[in-house]
């Protein structure tokens, strides 16, 4: 089955007053679809994290891997990753975007090969359909009043999550304030996660790390930056909650560093971000070995989440499945169309050969990429 076609498409749609979060002020959304076609008319469809660069990222699928991947046995898709690996990744490449531009790739050749065996992803994968506990989170709670952000949680725990996840980013008081009203307002029934999105010094996660424990936390997610594993690990040392990251860390090699230094309790890869379905199922079975759950951070659009449902039913360490939350987004809602949806705080994948979708291209020119990152 020769790979006859590779090319990625830059999406995006401005956001108006969006609520502010630890990145900054949003001003945009962006993806990027990348599509894969075959000798025997098959076609696959991935994601490519933006890195907040969407063109930028496409542009390295069309020009850099394009070349590399046309022509390849599509049911080859560990030698293709590989060769990727060594042309473009592993020395004088250009850095994490290129394994955002290879997740795409890859995702779409797994979407390709299970839609020319007839089987859906996950069986592919060795795994089983299941049911999997879903939290809100994705593009929500941004930095509002207590009130406001105790009434939005209260609006996903009537829609049947039992567990959601806050920003915090903010200020150690503020972040803290929010913390405690939501939990004061939703009992101790609702497990509340808190993400800091990599905005804590040493010296403010020892501010927050009482009230965090008091307030008896899921677990903490990115409170320094990716590089810094040195703090990771003292602070896990040093606390009963649980430390979550990944997302912001890229093939298995960084997620063995995170795990041989105890810098994380969680392991959070994403499939459009550390390699696609490939190394992230890779990245699964690593952490099982550490008896460490996973629990992979969803991209904007339904093609990663799909690809989220399909990698936690063949991980035999899945933990949650992360749910986007946002009231609007289109590269969610009409993207695609058949893909696995949250019901009652639990998704399940499809049983659709493929990744589980029919995608709308017409959004390939509704909503051309944007230039530039998508925080101000």
């Not at 008319?41 to 994290?49: D, F």
């Not at 939990?183 to 609702?190: F, H």
Request: glycine content about 8%.
């Amino acid at each position: 089955m020769k790979i006859t076609e590779v090319q990625a498409f830059p999406l995006s749609f401005r956001l108006v007053d969006a609520p502010r979060r630890g990145s900054g002020q949003p001003v945009k959304k962006d993806t990027v679809v990348v599509r894969v076609r075959t000798e025997d008319g098959i076609t696959g469809y991935g994601e490519s994290h933006h890195a907040l660069a969407p063109t930028v990222v496409a542009a390295l699928v069309n020009q850099n891997l394009a070349p590399i991947v046309v022509g390849a046995d599509a049911m080859a898709i560990e030698q293709i990753w590989q060769t990727i690996y060594i042309k473009q990744g592993q020395t004088h490449g250009p850095g994490w975007a290129l394994y955002k531009a290879l997740s795409g790739v890859d995702m779409a050749l797994w979407d390709a090969r299970a839609k020319a065996l007839e089987l859906p992803v996950w069986r592919l994968l060795g795994g089983e359909k299941r049911k999997i506990r879903a939290y809100a989170g994705g593009v929500s709670f941004g930095f509002k009043a207590p009130s406001a952000l105790l009434e939005e949680a209260q609006g996903y725990v009537s829609q049947g999550f039992t567990a959601i996840k806050l920003r915090l980013g903010d200020s150690v008081h503020n972040d803290i304030e929010r913390v405690r009203a939501v939990r004061l307002g939703l009992g101790g029934d609702v497990d509340i996660m808190v993400d800091i999105n990599t905005r804590y010094t040493y010296m403010d996660m020892q501010r927050a790390l009482p009230a965090l424990e008091e307030l008896d936390v899921f677990w903490i997610e990115e409170p320094f930056t990716p590089d810094n594993l040195a703090d990771y690990a003292h602070f896990n040392a040093r606390t009963r909650l649980p430390i979550a990251a990944g997302e912001n860390h890229f093939t298995r090699f960084q997620a063995r560093q995170l795990l041989e230094t105890a810098a994380v309790d969680i392991i959070q890869p994403d499939p459009a971000k550390a390699g696609g379905i490939t190394e992230c199922k890779k990245i699964a079975d690593l952490a099982s070995a550490f008896r460490r759950p996973l629990a992979p951070h969803t991209g904007l659009s339904a093609i990663d989440a799909a690809a989220c449902v399909h990698l936690l039913c063949a991980a035999s360490n899945a933990l949650i499945y992360e749910a986007d939350c946002a009231p609007y987004n289109p590269f969610r809602d009409e993207l695609c169309s058949g893909a696995p949806a949250v019901i009652d705080g639990w998704i399940e994948p499809s049983d659709r050969p493929g990744l589980g979708f029919d995608l709308d291209e017409s959004l390939f020119t509704r909503m051309p990429g944007i230039a530039g990152p998508c925080y101000q």
